[in-house]
């Protein structure tokens, strides 16, 4: 399995079917997540579709997922 780079235009994930929380308003505030066909997961702003996508592994979003489900980061937000 060849991995993406990290940090590479919006084309070279080309195809991806993006997804955003239903928690996300209108005015641009969310960001968007897509499995690509190799199982690597690609993020980005959704304020920039075309701008760069950060590319993830499973397990080390598997991994961020589970700090924010236990609350890891809502530091972030006070």
Not at 3 to 23: F, H
Not at 28 to 40: H, K, M, T, W
Request: aromatic share 8%; proline share 4%; net charge negative.
């Amino acid at each position: 399995m060849q991995r993406m780079e990290t940090g590479v235009s919006a084309e070279a994930a080309e195809g991806a079917l993006w997804c955003k929380s239903r928690r996300s308003g209108g005015n641009g505030n969310c960001v968007e997540v897509a499995r690509l066909p190799d199982g690597q997961v690609a993020i980005r702003n959704s304020r920039f579709p075309e701008g760069p996508v950060l590319v993830y592994t499973r397990e080390e979003i598997a991994a961020f997922f589970g700090g924010v489900k236990d609350g890891e980061f809502d530091f972030t937000l006070s």
